[in-house]
C-alpha cells in the first residue's frame, strides 16, 4: 500500500515537473518572441530615422538651391536692367564719337569764315568736305540718302510738291530734288521731297502714277 502511494506520488511530482518545464519553456518562447518583436521595432525605427535624415538633407539642400536659383535670377535681373539702362543711355556712343569730327570741321570752316581775309574756295571745300563726313558717318550707322534726281517717282520713297510740264522727260520722271530722303536700314525716315514731270511722251502701262501732289 505504502508503495502505490509513493508511485502515484512520484507520478504527480514528475507530471508537476513537466507542467513547470513547459511553462518555463512557453515563457522563455514569449520572452524570446517579444524580444525578437523589441528588435524589429528597433531596427524599423532606426531605419525610419535615418530615412527622416536623408528626406530633411534633401530638403535642406533644395531649399539652399532654391535660393541660390532665386538669387542668381535676381542678379541676371539686374544685370538685364543695367545693360537696358547703359543701352539707353550710351546706345548711340558710336555714332556720336563718328559725329565729332564733322562738328571739329565746322567749327574751324566757322573760325576761318571770321578771317578778314576769307577765301570763299576754301570756305565751300571745307563745307563740302563736313557734309562728306557727316554723309559717312550718317551710313555707318544705317541712314541713307533718298536723292532720287532723273529717276522715275516711286510714292514709296518721294514725295511730289509740284509737278511741271516738261515735253522732253517721260511723264512722272524727277527732275528736281527740292529735300533728299532718307532711310534707316531700308525703313523710310523722311520721303524725297521732288518736283515731277508731267506731259511729253505718252505713259508706258508700266509707268507709275503721283499718288499725292502737295
Known amino acids: 500500500m505504502t508503495n502505490n502511494n509513493e508511485i ?3 507520478s504527480a511530482v514528475t507530471e508537476a515537473d513537466v507542467t513547470e518545464t513547459e511553462a518555463v519553456e512557453a515563457a522563455s518562447e514569449a520572452e524570446t ?3 525578437s518583436v523589441e528588435d524589429e521595432l528597433r531596427a524599423e525605427i532606426a531605419s525610419l530615422k535615418e530615412a527622416l535624415a536623408e528626406a530633411e538633407k534633401k530638403a535642406a ?7 541660390r536659383t532665386k538669387a542668381e535670377a535676381e542678379n541676371a535681373r539686374r544685370r538685364h536692367e543695367t545693360d537696358l539702362s547703359n543701352a539707353r543711355k550710351f546706345g548711340i556712343e558710336k555714332f556720336a564719337l563718328d559725329l565729332l569730327p564733322v562738328i571739329d570741321s565746322m567749327e574751324m570752316g566757322l573760325q576761318a569764315a571770321s578771317d578778314e581775309n ?3 574756295s576754301k ?4 563745307s563740302e568736305m ?3 563726313m557727316f554723309a559717312a558717318s550718317l551710313e555707318k550707322a544705317g541712314a541713307v540718302a533718298v536723292d532720287p534726281q532723273g529717276e522715275k517717282f516711286n510714292p514709296d520713297l518721294h514725295q511730289a510738291m509740284s509737278m511741271v510740264e516738261n515735253a522732253e522727260l517721260p511723264p512722272n520722271t524727277i527732275i528736281n530734288v527740292v529735300q533728299k530722303g ?4 531700308g525703313r523710310l525716315m523722311r520721303p524725297a521731297m521732288v518736283i515731277v514731270s508731267k506731259g511729253g511722251e505718252a505713259a508706258s502701262p508700266e509707268s507709275g502714277s503721283i499718288d499725292e501732289v502737295v
Open 8 to 10: 502515484v506520488e512520484e
Open 33 to 35: 518572441a517579444v524580444l
Open 61 to 67: 539642400d533644395n531649399y539652399d538651391l532654391a535660393l
Open 118 to 120: 576769307v577765301d570763299i
Open 123 to 126: 570756305i565751300r571745300e571745307g
Open 130 to 132: 563736313s557734309i562728306k
Open 182 to 185: 532718307y532711310t534707316l536700314n
